[in-house]
């Protein structure tokens, strides 16, 4: 009986699996990968309509950073610098970035409009706040890219009402050459409640590596965290809450280290089979004792 051929696969059915190789992407691999896809697929409208979808995912979920046509600076690409579609927000050049995410530049710019803008209010916070996390990332990431938000409140005018920041931090490093890439991500959700006079601080970080060096290893991991410090005024908010963060992402930071540097002695370990299914640990020091020769030749009695 005649094998029956296998159903074609629909141009939908393809464009989602074409978008779940590309969103699945390790960091800053992902132009790499859509070669492969483009080449497998031999097909441009669908690799175009599911490139679309998932290199804007991509960009933002990978908070990628480009630079900016005049040279102003790097703007990041994240969904709270998003005003619209491919435009990009950069709260500290108070410009608009026209973004292209498939081939993944920075096309244009524009200036900010004032209704773009968080008010005089809010902005002097977020200034205090961006010159102290610009501060602690130059130390601290060689090639880290940050930037502040406002998320909610932008129009609040004075003291009075809750208001909410985002510190967002993206750091990379892709070096295809030694065979491995990773990257940083980490967001920061600042809360200001006038009610209670604190704010609260909820931060999620991310770290993603790819090593590909005669194998293929990938470790992608997270972490979450809350603290709260007092309301104060935007310099001493912007001090404490830079503190926060610099203590829990070294602590992080420092708790992976430690995991790895056990994870020879711990994970492989566990990972092995204690003893064989003979229960008998392998003898090594004599080993002429087994032999698939002569096991083969007594079990099916050949010489006999």
């Keep these: 009986m005649a094998e029956e051929e296998e159903a074609e696969l629909s141009d939908k059915q393809k464009i989602e699996i074409a978008k779940w190789f590309l969103l699945n992407s390790p960091p800053g691999e992902i132009q790499y990968v859509a070669k492969d896809v483009k080449s497998i697929l031999n097909d441009d409208d669908v690799y175009h309509e599911a490139a679309l979808e998932a290199f804007s995912l991509y960009n933002k979920s990978h908070m990628i950073s480009l630079e900016m046509p005049d040279r102003s600076g790097d703007v990041l690409v994240t969904s709270f610098g998003e005003l619209e579609e491919n435009a990009y927000l950069d709260p500290r050049t108070t410009q608009v970035a026209i973004v292209d995410h498939v081939k993944q530049v920075c096309t244009e710019v524009r200036p900010a409009t004032d209704e773009e803008l968080p008010s005089p209010f809010i902005e002097e916070f977020r200034c205090a706040l961006d010159a ?22 932008k129009d609040v005018e004075g003291l009075g009402s809750d208001f909410e920041l985002v510190v967002v931090i993206s750091a990379s490093k892709h070096s295809p050459q030694n065979f491995c890439n990773g990257s940083w991500r980490s967001v920061w959700n600042i809360l200001f409640k006038d009610d209670l006079q604190i704010v609260e601080v909820q931060g999620k970080m991310q770290v993603g590596a790819h090593y590909f060096e005669e194998g293929n290893v990938q470790l992608d991991t997270k972490h979450e965290c809350k603290d709260s410090t007092l309301f104060q005024a935007p ?39 204690k ?15 087994f032999s698939l020769t002569r096991d083969l030749t007594n079990e099916l009695g050949i010489g006999k």
């Design 275 to 289: 003893l064989p299914v003979t229960r008998t640990l392998f003898p090594w020091h004599n080993t002429l004792q």
């Design 132 to 153: 102290e996390i610009l501060k602690y990332v130059g130390e601290a990431y060689p090639k880290g890219v940050c930037s502040v938000y406002c998320a909610n409140g």
């Design 235 to 273: 310099e001493d908010c912007a001090l404490s809450i830079s503190s926060i963060i610099c203590h829990h992402e070294t602590e992080y930071l420092a708790s992976l280290e430690a995991s790895y540097l056990n994870l020879s002695d711990s994970t492989f370990k566990d990972l092995r089979r």
